[in-house]
Structures are given as structure tokens and as C-alpha cells.
């Protein structure tokens, strides 16, 4: 069937034969059907026969179209010589009514009420399968993904094989038990600890499972015997400074407990601003004469021009890299000026570090090592008398050089030494007999690492067991579970091409040492065949997010497959919120990019949903504020929280995502340009 479509801007007449029509603004379908019918049932039938349609006064285009469209219309006159008239036989203006809408159907009769309204709804759901199907289309647009480089598990794995929250909660649980005894580096609840991991991991398939030794030694301050005098004043430990010694190795090289001291009285202080080295800013004359055998007040952070820009910072604003540097220039000790913000963190973190053991490698490397370190509270610096802003804006003018201070210092300290080991588990799975038969040799001679730090910080002086549920019994819990579930794949034969390796490390809280320790080993024996390195540290036990976190991602290609999971599992990756709290120098990523293997650490983003948009700063920073790093970062801190599960297990489901494309695909992902300038050497 065939229909005519007029097109004009006002009202206007259509005669057929000796009937006048009225037709609306609007553009009208006139089925052909009827129209001959009303044509043909005409007295002038040879006119209606010769021409169907006539047009009076309108300028308008016929075009034809299939449809199914009925005809409005009503007859208005009758035309005599010429004239409009109605049915009373009075002229009439043809224009003065609108007119019905009379529907026909196919077969030219009139629709009924339910005929039309049934069109209407097809018409609708057409549309709305139109609609769909176009958003789908473009969204599978953008998710596509080379099924070689970055595959996918299928949605069952996420559902079946994946272990749920339960178990993960179990390991928690566990991890962060009182057994445990805070897992601190050394301590026989690191070791039981060890062996419930190792145990999850055989349990998991894995292949072999290795207890590496760490050598490391730790210095316990005994607060009784110290003291610290600046300014002319005396200053409380703990509650103002904190100071430990770094003994010389080789002086003790049989014993495993000893006690040192050193005492120092009125020694001229260096202020030595950021403490860098480095051609775009040094705070060092030319050779180390000016900080040798000196005590020098450091400030932690760098200028804004140096490097990167002021949200995102280098690895010379961490406290370590100061450490570092003045260890290698021979000094004798150094304060470390404690804001929150250049810190990241506030005093409470330092209070625990002055009831709790510092950790070392145990290496004697022929470096000569730095007497003590600590940190002082800034804020005591200014009740006392120095301008800590005018210290950051002098450290921060490029002219800047370590100069002798006004300040003299005194001070005692005595440290309880202790030689010990901590110990790195290390769990390998190799590649399924499947995927060696079909897959390269280069794959199966590639490796992805997996890392989680399972220490703590053990037990208080005052008997307090820091428990350490979400630091970071979570992140271990979070590898078990990803271990368990492509375990079970590979049993499957649906992995993996390349081998893996699960690291449960120690001593994080001790400055990165076990995972610098067993990265460094990593890579003497595999050179370049690790890909990539995940992390994971913590857990999101505040609900689902809306976005992810990938710490490192920006510095190289490992953020692509990343963003292809993360949209997998409707989150938007987006960059590291707060840069300015260096995370990337504070987790064992770190030393896996040390080795130049690309590593992030996976975390959650800052927009929970169906949340306020200041959710994040109600409750993760107040996490930082009261939990972090104390006695009460316990599993009953994370079963009080409204919803612990979804957020816990959307992490989940993201890093297995990411991990079943590092090893079941042939991506290798790259640094990008520029990104490792600011990667020392240990």
C-alpha cells in the first residue's frame, strides 16, 4: 500500500471530485485507499477518474511512501460554480474547521480505539529496541578487546570460580587474629602467620612454595634513656620526638641482642632545606664536607618546580630518599621536620614508630652508616620559637645552600638491638600442560608477580597488639582468594599462558625492605621476563565506588589493561586522587619499579554511590585519623562499617580482571617516555 504525504505551512483545501477538504498545518498522511474510495463513490466520476488529487491554492510537494496511516479529513462543502457553500446550501469559509483524525487500517476500513492505541505501543517498543540496541552497540564498541593481548575470564569464572566474601573474610579474620600477635617482622606471629599463607597457597595449586629468610636487624629506643635538647629546650619523647640509632653491622657481627648508646651535647646544627641532590635543584655544595659528621635538620617534600608540579611528587620528598642521601655524605644524624601534610600523615603514625622496633637490612656493604635519625614535631617548632614557613621558603629558593644554623643540639640515645629474620613467602604456579602445548615459549618463560605485604607492628611496649586487619591482612586475604580462583582455572585449562608469582612479603612497614629484598632477587634470576607487578595494600570496606585507582598506572601502558577491566565492571579508572601523599613511595610497588618492572598498586576511587560526595573524607580519613597504624585497625573495625562486602569484593572482581589479562594474554606493558627519571637506585 501507498500513501501521499502533503508538506505545507498553513491550512489548506484538497477537492476531490465535488468534496472540498480541509487539511491541518501540520503535515497530514492521506492513505490512497480511501481516497479512491471517496473519489470513485463521486457524481463526477470521469474527473475523479482523470485526476485524483487537486490542489487548490497551496505550493507543496506529493511524495510517496509505504505506511500504515490513516486520513484526516472532513468534507466542509460542496462546490457550487465555484463557490464554497455547506450542507444548508450557505457559503462558507473552507478553513473555519480543523477537522477529525479518521485512521484506516490496511484494508481501508476505519481502526478502532484499541487497533490504534495497540500501533501507538508498537510503534514505542520499536523505538525503544532501537534505542537499546544502539547503546549496546556502543558500548560493546567500547569495550572491545583483542582477545589475543587482553583477554577476559567468562562470566561464569567471575561468578563461580571467583571465592566470595566469606572466605575472604576468613583470612582476615585469621591474618589479624590475636594468635597472630600483630605480625611483627621477626616475631613468632610472623611465622605463624607465614605458615597459614604458605598453607592457602599450596591449597591453591600452587606449584612450589618457598620461606625466604631476610636478614634484617631492628633497634628498639628505650624511651627512659633518651632525651633531646633544642632551642634551649627540652623536648618530650614520643609526644614531641622520636629517635632511633643505626648501628654498624660488623661491630656485632655474633651477637643477636646487644644494647647501644650515644650521647651528643651541644652540637651545632646544618639545616640542609629539602636535603636533594640533583641538577635541577641541590642543596649541597660541590663534595660532603658540609654535612659530614653533622647533625642536619631536613624538611620533608621538595620545592614545586622541581620535577613535577605540586600535587604530584617525586621520589626526593620522601623521608627516605633524605635519609638516604645524607647517609651516603657521611652525616652523624638527622632531624626530620614532621608536618601532616608534607609527612602524609599525622603525629599519631610517628607515635607508634617510638613504641615499636626500626627495621634494617642486615647488609654489611662497606657503607658508613648514619648514627641516629628521627623526626621532631614541627608544630613544636614553632611554640618554640622558629618559623617553619620561613625554613620552607628559603629550602625553597633555587639558590638554596646547607648552611650552619643557629641551633644547637643535645641529646641521648639507647636502643635495644636485635639480629633477626624475617621471611618473604614466595608461591609460583606455572603455566597449565594446556597452554604449554599451544602457547610460545616466550610466554611460558614470562612471569607476573602478585604482591601483598603480610606484616605489622607487632606487639606495643605497653602490651597493645596492633592488629592490623585492613593493613594488610585485607590485601593478603585479596591475593589468597585471586590465587584460589586461578588455581582453579588452571586446573580448568583455562590457565594461564604465563607463570605467576605470588609474593606474601615482610617488613613493608620497615620501609619496603622484604619486597626490595625479594625484588632484587626477582630480577638477578629472571631479567627481563617479569611483565608486571600488582599490589595490593588495604582494602575499600566503605561500599561500592563508581571509580577505581591504579597507583603508578599513569607511568606506564599497564594503565590500558587496567581501564579495559575497570569498564568491565562499570568503573571509570581516574588518577591517583591525592598525589600529594606520595603513594606510589610508600607501598612495595615501588621496588618492583626500582627494578624497572611496571607495577601498580590497585585501590579504590573517592565516589561511592549512592553517597554524599564528602563520603570519602567521612570515612577513610577518618580511618587515618583514629585507625591507621593503631591498636584498633581490627576485624571488628571492618564489620562495623554499613556495607564491608560490595566494596571489598568489586576490588575483588577488578585486580582478577586485570590478572587473568596479564597471564592468559600476550600484552607486555612498557614504561612510558620520561616516566622513570625519577626511579634511584637503592
Known amino acids: 500500500?501507498?500513501?501521499?504525504?502533503?508538506?505545507?505551512?498553513?491550512?489548506?483545501?484538497?477537492?476531490?471530485?465535488?468534496?472540498?477538504?480541509?487539511?491541518?498545518?501540520?503535515?497530514?498522511?492521506?492513505y490512497l485507499p480511501a481516497l479512491i474510495n471517496t473519489v470513485n463513490q463521486s457524481p463526477d466520476t470521469s474527473y475523479?477518474?482523470?485526476q485524483l488529487l487537486r490542489q487548490r491554492n497551496m505550493a507543496s510537494s506529493t511524495t510517496w511512501h509505504r505506511g500504515d496511516h490513516g486520513v484526516r479529513f472532513q468534507s466542509l462543502a460542496q462546490k457550487d460554480g465555484g463557490r464554497n457553500i455547506n450542507d444548508d446550501g450557505e457559503p462558507c469559509d473552507a478553513d473555519q474547521d480543523e477537522g477529525e483524525f479518521l485512521p484506516y487500517n490496511r484494508q481501508g476500513n476505519a481502526m478502532t480505539e484499541y487497533q490504534r492505541r495497540r500501533r501507538r505501543g508498537m510503534r514505542f517498543l520499536t523505538a525503544l529496541c532501537l534505542l537499546v540496541t544502539t547503546a549496546l552497540g556502543g558500548f560493546l564498541w567500547r569495550v572491545r578487546v583483542d582477545v589475543e593481548e587482553l583477554p577476559q575470564p567468562r562470566f561464569e569464572d567471575m561468578h563461580k570460580i571467583l571465592p566470595g566474601y566469606v572466605e575472604l573474610r576468613r583470612h582476615v579474620v585469621t591474618l589479624s587474629s590475636e594468635n597472630m600477635q600483630g605480625r611483627g617482622t621477626g616475631t613468632p606471629g610472623e611465622q605463624r602467620a607465614v605458615r597459614y599463607i604458605a598453607e592457602q597457597f599450596r591449597n591453591a595449586g600452587c606449584d612450589s612454595i618457598e620461606e625466604l629468610p631476610v636478614p634484617l636487624s631492628g633497634a628498639l629506643t628505650q624511651s627512659e634513656s633518651t632525651s633531646l635538647t633544642l632551642l634551649?629546650?627540652?623536648?618530650?619523647?614520643?609526644?614531641?620526638f622520636w629517635i632511633t640509632m643505626t648501628t654498624s653491622m660488623s661491630s656485632h657481627i655474633?651477637?643477636?641482642?646487644?644494647?647501644?648508646?650515644?650521647?651528643?651535647?651541644?652540637?651545632?646544627?646544618?639545616?640542609?632545606?629539602?636535603?636533594?641532590h640533583h641538577d635541577r635543584h641541590d642543596d649541597f655544595m660541590q663534595g660532603s664536607s658540609e654535612v659530614r659528621d653533622r647533625i642536619v635538620l631536613c624538611l620533608v617534600g621538595e620545592p614545586d618546580s622541581l620535577f613535577l608540579s605540586h600535587d604530584r611528587?617525586?621520589?626526593?620528598?620522601?623521608?627516605?630518599?633524605?635519609?638516604e642521601e645524607l647517609r651516603r655524605r657521611g652525616a652523624k644524624g638527622i632531624l626530620l621536620v614532621h608536618t601532616t601534610e608534607s609527612a602524609g600523615y599525622g603525629w599519631s603514625v610517628i607515635e607508634a614508630m617510638a613504641v615499636t622496633q626500626h627495621v634494617r637490612l642486615r647488609t654489611d656493604n662497606g657503607t658508613r652508616p648514619m648514627t641516629f635519625w628521627g623526626w621532631i614535631r614541627g608544630a613544636k617548632l614553632n611554640e618554640f620559637g622558629m618559623d617553619t614557613e620561613k625554613l620552607l621558603d628559603e629550602a625553597r629558593r633555587p639558590e638554596f645552600r646547607a648552611r650552619i644554623s643557629q641551633l644547637t643540639c643535645s641529646g641521648r640515645v639507647q636502643v635495644q638491638v636485635n639480629h633477626f629474620e624475617g621471611i618473604n613467602v614466595l608461591a609460583t604456579m606455572l603455566p597449565s600442560g594446556e597452554n604449554e602445548t599451544h602457547g610460545s615459549v616466550e610466554d611460558r618463560e614470562e612471569a607476573v608477580v602478585m604482591n601483598a605485604h603480610h606484616d605489622h607492628l607487632g606487639i606495643g611496649q605497653g602490651g597493645e597488639i596492633y592488629y592490623g586487619a585492613l593493613d594488610n591482612a585485607s590485601g593478603v586475604a585479596k591475593m589468597l582468594v585471586i590465587a584460589a580462583a586461578l588455581g582453579r582455572l588452571r586446573e580448568a585449562g583455562r590457565c594461564c599462558k604465563r607463570k605467576i608469582f605470588f609474593a606474601s612479603v615482610t617488613a613493608e612497614e620497615a620501609v619496603l625492605l622484604g619486597s626490595q629484598y625479594l625484588a632484587q632477587s626477582l630480577k638477578e634470576k629472571n631479567g627481563e621476563a617479569i611483565v608486571a607487578t600488582i599490589n595490593f595494600d588495604g582494602m575499600n570496606v566503605w561500599g561500592p565506588t563508581t571509580d577505581a585507582v591504579a597507583i603508578g598506572a599513569e607511568r606506564s601502558t599497564l594503565a590500558e589493561v587496567v581501564q579495559r577491566a575497570a569498564r568491565l565492571e562499570f568503573v571509570s579508572l581516574i588518577p591517583d586522587p591525592d598525589p600529594s601523599q606520595m603513594s606510589f613511595f610508600r607501598s612495595d610497588q615501588f621496588s618492583y619499579a626500582r627494578q624497572h618492572i611496571p607495577a601498580i598498586k590497585l585501590t579504590f576511587g573517592r565516589t561511592f554511590t549512592s553517597q554524599p560526595t564528602d563520603y570519602y573524607d567521612q570515612v577513610v580519613q577518618k580511618y587515618i585519623r583514629e585507625a591507621y597504624h593503631q591498636p584498633n585497625d581490627n576485624i571488628t573495625f571492618i564489620d562495623?562499617?554499613?556495607?564491608?562486602?560490595?566494596?571489598?569484593?568489586?576490588?575483588?572482581?577488578?585486580?582478577?580482571?586485570?590478572?587473568?589479562?596479564?597471564?592468559?594474554?600476550?600484552?607486555?606493558?612498557q614504561w612510558n617516555p620520561g616516566s622513570e627519571v625519577d626511579l634511584l637506585q637503592p
Open 1 to 30: 500500500f501507498f500513501r501521499i504525504s502533503l508538506n505545507f505551512n498553513r491550512r489548506k483545501n484538497v477537492c476531490l471530485g465535488n468534496e472540498t477538504f480541509a487539511l491541518t498545518q501540520r503535515p497530514r498522511k492521506i
Open 313 to 323: 611528587r617525586s621520589y626526593h620528598a620522601r623521608w627516605i630518599y633524605k635519609v
Open 48 to 50: 475523479g477518474s482523470m
Open 640 to 669: 562495623s562499617q554499613p556495607d564491608p562486602e560490595s566494596g571489598a569484593m568489586q576490588e575483588v572482581r577488578l585486580a582478577f580482571r586485570v590478572m587473568y589479562s596479564l597471564v592468559q594474554g600476550s600484552f607486555r606493558p
Open 254 to 276: 655474633d651477637d643477636n641482642h646487644f644494647n647501644e648508646s650515644l650521647n651528643w651535647a651541644q652540637e651545632a646544627v646544618i639545616f640542609g632545606g629539602f636535603c636533594i
Open 232 to 240: 634551649n629546650r627540652s623536648w618530650s619523647y614520643r609526644e614531641d
